[in-house]
């Protein structure tokens, strides 16, 4: 009798035991989607030492672009000035895929494909640059981006 005791009380401790997960580390915590701003990148570019001359918030877009973005900045750089380029953010990564296929839209055709030679996506974050920039410096602003948590 004290046996079956023992044996309900160890099967159960067992039981409990192995449903806690015991000995296994938690899950991981998701990280959010949405963990970029326009700022970071801006701050990113500064710390790497590259040229973001006249940000300007701009939310209109042209050429049938979605407007799914939740924030948009345009700018300078130095070395193909007035061009430069846009970063754009996003807060839904739908949102992210609607620009994702406008961009794979623009590449497929002969005529638009330059526009978007150095289109980099990282997180929640499109950065797209001039296409007039040597590969060596957009290099470094991809870089840049990539750097950002």
Known sequence: MIFQRYLVVLVLA?????????GQPPPPTPLPFARHT???VANAFAA???SVQNPVRDLV???????TFNDRYTFEIDA???????????????RLGEWEAYVNRLRSTSSTRRD???????HNVLLQLNANLLP?????????LEGIG
Do not use: K, M, W
Not at 61 to 67: L, Q
Not at 80 to 94: K, R, S
Not at 136 to 144: I, L
């Open 80 to 94: 193909v000035a007035p061009d430069g380029g846009q970063i754009l953010i996003f807060n839904d990564p739908a």
């Open 61 to 67: 877009v042209g050429r049938e672009a979605p407007s």
């Open 116 to 122: 978007v030679v150095y289109t980099y996506l990282h």
């Open 14 to 22: 067992t039981t409990t035991l192995a449903g806690c997960g015991l």
């Open 48 to 50: 790497a030492g590259l």
């Open 136 to 144: 060596d410096q957009a290099a470094a602003y991809r870089d840049a």
């Open 38 to 40: 326009a700022l970071d």
